[in-house]
């Protein structure tokens, strides 16, 4: 489903053999079995990783990406995407959305039990302090959930990034892929606020934020990233 929201179309290693053994060789250093490579006709450099596990995963890349890259610089990517399978930041992604879910069908749940007891016209404080408890939990639930969702996306891209400078044991490749891809500033064209999370950079292109707003991005400033890089490579 993620891939066809995407519109990313399956390759070959006849024709994009250099991608193919990039692939290959580094999931045989990282003990992982060949996922399926697709690619997406943009000519904004981004890619993603998507799949339950490593058994059923896939990775994506733009043509933007392969045209504006190094070689270098397109391992480092690569590298990332596959550390995102390794540490099954796919499958914990579907849980999250699962428990944010959870989270909103209980504020709905609460929400309808108030409307439910108010309506039995009981006039007391019991009822007065609950009705205050659950308005909070009706508003607060939802939004704190959401938080927490985009809190452990934007750390799990550091793991990923730290974890594919390990791989590749070049720091360097990624920092440069980094800030390549965050120079760009076309966004991806087929992406949108549901898939955004998954690209390794914020495939929407947003503009610099407040403190208040980076609170609601899927991704760490690329600033941030790059510098817990480089002190990986001290």
């Not at 495939?203 to 890089?229: D, G, N, Q, Y």
Request: hydrophobic share 45%.
């Amino acid at each position: 489903m993620v891939l066809s929201l995407a519109g990313a179309s399956p390759v070959s290693k006849e024709s994009y053999p250099e991608l193919y053994r990039l692939v290959e060789n580094l999931c045989l250093t990282a003990g992982l079995p060949l996922p399926k490579i697709y690619l997406i006709n943009d000519p904004s450099p981004n890619a993603f990783a998507t799949g339950r596990d490593k058994n059923h995963s896939a990775v994506c890349f733009t043509t933007g990406l392969l045209e504006k890259v190094e070689k270098v610089e397109l391992e480092g990517v690569v590298a990332h995407e596959l550390s995102h399978i390794q540490n099954r930041d796919t499958l914990l992604a579907t849980l999250i959305v699962v428990l944010v879910g959870a989270v909103s069908l209980l504020a709905n749940w609460f929400s309808r039990s108030f409307y439910w007891r108010n309506s039995e016209r009981r006039e007391d404080n019991f009822n007065g302090l609950l009705a205050l408890l659950g308005l909070i939990f009706i508003i607060l639930s939802p939004i704190i959930a959401t938080l927490f969702q985009l809190a452990i996306s934007r750390k799990r891209e550091f793991l990923a990034d730290a974890s594919a400078a390990l791989l590749t044991r070049y720091p360097e490749g990624l920092i440069r892929a980094l800030l390549k891809i965050d120079a760009d500033k076309t966004p991806v064209k087929r992406a949108n606020s549901v898939t955004a999370h998954l690209y390794i950079a914020d495939p929407l292109k947003k503009k610099k934020m407040s403190w208040f707003e980076k609170l609601w991005l899927t991704h760490p400033p690329i600033e941030e990233r790059v510098k817990a890089l480089q002190n990986m490579a001290l």
